[in-house]
């Protein structure tokens, strides 16, 4: 009980730490912006040790983050085997033949009206199927390799990106499309010069979307059949065995993975669209 009192009087001198920094006078400048979440982040962790080792919970319900980071560490060969096959190669593959033929098939419905009219609707449907239920399916129809997990991937994040690129497409005024007429661009050139641009944070945004779901994809893929390997196939037989620190350091292995790609989607978005208002900023 002891700790836990200690862990409340934690919070509160943190809260307070963190309460004046983000309203001082330097809470917009880098330091202070990477410092406040920082603080915040690490309450949550020092908190979490102290109340699960205060009430005595037991690791089959809730393992504190010590004894996560030491599985973390002892088990980190099998966790990057994990981390490739599902995101390397499940992931990645997927996420890059998802948002490729999306981006191509979103020029096309741009192109043709009757593409926008009969496509979209049925690309609103089919994103709107849950993922438990289309998982198994093309677990069955493409093996318990890689490749259904890619699968997965491609059909969780088609639909969004697609839905994204032919919104960003349509982006443009009749004043602009107009004005590119006056300088005798033909449709290439105007698409080429006007409407892609225009369409960037559009696409970055389906894009950016689309990050955490091929990784959600490819993890919930491998609970229907996988080699013994990936994240998927860890989680469910850690469960099985109640190793729930396995269970948290894959879910941390994941968490990073996630984080980094939308991250580094962001910082070439940052490049891309540097004109953008949103970028300016």
Known sequence: MTLVIFA?????VS??????LANSAASETRLIKLVVPVIFGSTILVIWELVVRGLNVPLVILPPPSVIADTFLAKLPILWKDFVQT???????????????AIALAILVDRFDFLRRGLLPVGNFLAALPIIGTAPILV???????????????????????INTVAGLSETTA???DLMKTYSA????????????????FIFNGLKISTTLALIGAIVAEFFGSPTLGMGFRISA???QLALDMVWAEIVVAAIAGSAFYGI?????????FWHPSQRG
């Open 87 to 101: 995101f390397v190669k499940g992931a990645l593959s997927g996420y890059l033949i998802g948002c490729t033929a």
């Open 140 to 162: 069955m129809w493409f093996g318990f390799e890689w490749h259904s997990k890619a699968a997965v991937v491609v059909v969780m994040v088609f639909f969004p990106m697609l």
């Open 186 to 201: 033909d449709p290439w050139q105007a698409f080429i010069k006007l409407r892609l641009p225009a369409a960037m944070p």
């Open 265 to 273: 989607v962001a910082i070439i978005e940052k490049g891309v669209t």
């Open 15 to 20: 809260w307070r730490l963190n309460f004046v």
């Open 8 to 12: 409340f009087v934690f919070w509160l």
């Open 238 to 240: 850690s469960i099985g």
């Open 175 to 177: 004043m602009q499309r």
